[in-house]
């Protein structure tokens, strides 16, 4: 069935102080459906033409932009609502939008929640928690139970309990084969404490009395210590050695892996996203996309050589230093989202440069800034320049950094490096 949906200015209920309420009609075979976006206005600030792109529907107001914001956001609402429900009809649209079905509390409110971080550029954030809530999805689905039917009332401690539980094993279809591999213990970890975040969100907007996470029966999982894989100095200059046929999609990807760990180990977003203009006096200046902070560092001999290679590159696009990303006109969201399918490339890349180089660890494309920071450490580089360097907030974030590498088995590492020589 299709829905149109379309913000719409009710000329014909005026209000006493002369303004008019903005709703978004939701229109399925020639019927349509209100639901109030609680804005009220007058008609010279409505733009008839306000289109879904600009998002311009509202005019000429100190509150313009936030309205139309809100309008946006509802808009996506809607877009969820209709793709987690096929076929759904536009009353039960609005009834879900205003939680009138009973059902759908948590997911709705989720929902919203992880659409409102996509709106504030918050991507990182927004593609995970959206795993979450698939994860919370399947979990319900196992108890052969309707996701949409979840209330705030059923996320109780022994929901808690039995979702780490899920987490943790392996599920199989029914042929026997791995539909859900085991999460590891951290990650099952970070699950819960952005779960605990949602909770805390609606505990504050008064969607809840309580958070169960406070609950003092409720079990926290806790982290374990786990070892970051990094490559020696040797095997990286066993990148560095191989001969790529230049221009060759080898060839880009070792220059942005290389380009990465001589500056401090640039996350690949950031590195998608660099433009010339970061390039100021030989240095390299930039907001970094994860937790906002500014990274300012010296640009090295060996990452000067890479440069060159780009100064005239036909392949870059508004201004960016390298050709990763090749479409125009995107916004930040998007821009982030086009840099983090262009990683999953960028690796498997890697894998085969890992090959080409016999290295016998597996390589992506976070491990430049693991072993930048080995590398930096066994040359006796002070913990207040690799913190400074890695951009950690403080001292023992980057004790623990180099704690998770000190461990690092050099034997192993060697026998790998062996081993694949032999194979190959």
């Known amino acids: 069935m299709k829905t149109t949906i379309k913000p719409y200015l009710l000329k014909r209920r005026k209000t006493a102080n002369g303004l008019y309420p903005v709703y978004i009609r939701i229109t399925q075979r020639g019927s349509y459906s209100l639901y109030s976006t609680e804005i009220y206005i007058t008609k010279k600030m409505w733009n008839d033409k306000g289109n879904y792109t600009k998002q311009n529907w509202i005019k000429d107001h100190p509150s313009a932009d936030v309205w139309n914001q809100d309008i946006f956001n509802i808009w996506k609402e809607i877009e969820n609502i209709i793709q987690q429900n096929p076929g759904i009809h536009r009353k039960q649209i609005v009834k879900k939008l205003n939680h009138e079905d009973g059902s759908g509390e948590f997911i709705s409110f989720a929902e919203k929640f992880i659409n409102e971080m996509e709106q504030a550029g918050k991507y990182h954030q927004h593609k995970h928690f959206n795993v979450l809530l698939n994860k919370i999805r399947d979990y319900v689905k196992s ?17 808690l309990e039995g979702l780490k539980d899920w987490m943790a094993k392996e599920h199989f279809d ?49 982290n374990v210590k786990t070892k970051k ?45 660099l433009k010339w203009e970061n390039i100021k006096d030989g240095r390299l200046i930039y907001q970094m996309g994860k937790n906002d902070k500014e990274k300012n ?44 399918s262009a990683n999953a490339m960028i690796n498997r890349d890697l894998k085969q440069i890992q090959r080409l180089a016999g290295i016998g660890i597996n390589i992506s494309f976070h491990i430049s800034r693991h072993s930048f920071a080995r590398w930096a450490n066994d040359k006796g580089l002070s913990i207040e320049f690799i913190g400074k360097t890695l951009a950690h907030s403080d001292r023992a974030t980057t004790e623990q950094y180099l ?19 032999g194979e190959k």
């Open 297 to 340: 560092i010296k640009l090295t001999a060996p990452a000067k050589l890479i440069l060159d290679h780009y100064k005239d590159h036909p392949g870059s696009i508004e201004n960016f230093i390298f050709p990763i990303i090749q479409q125009k006109g995107l916004t930040m969201l998007g821009l982030k989202k086009k840099a983090g």
């Open 403 to 421: 704690d998770s590498l000190s461990e690092y088995n050099a034997d192993s590492e060697l026998e790998n490096l062996v081993n694949s020589r």
């Open 229 to 273: 894989k990094a490559l020696s100095l040797e095997q990286i200059e066993m990148i560095e050695a191989l001969d790529l046929e230049k221009g060759s999609s080898l060839w880009h990807v070792r220059n942005y892996f290389m380009f990465s760990f001589w500056n401090g180990g640039i996350r690949f977003t950031d590195l998608a996203l």
């Open 174 to 222: 029914s042929e026997g084969n791995i539909q859900w591999k085991a999460n590891h213990q951290n990650t099952i970890s970070k699950e819960m404490v952005r779960l605990k975040a949602l909770l805390r969100e609606a505990n504050k907007k008064g969607v809840i009395s309580k958070n169960p996470f406070d609950d003092p029966n409720y079990n926290r999982v806790k």
């Open 143 to 159: 108890k052969a139970k309707k996701p949409d039917d979840i209330r705030f009332s059923d996320i109780d401690v022994q929901f």
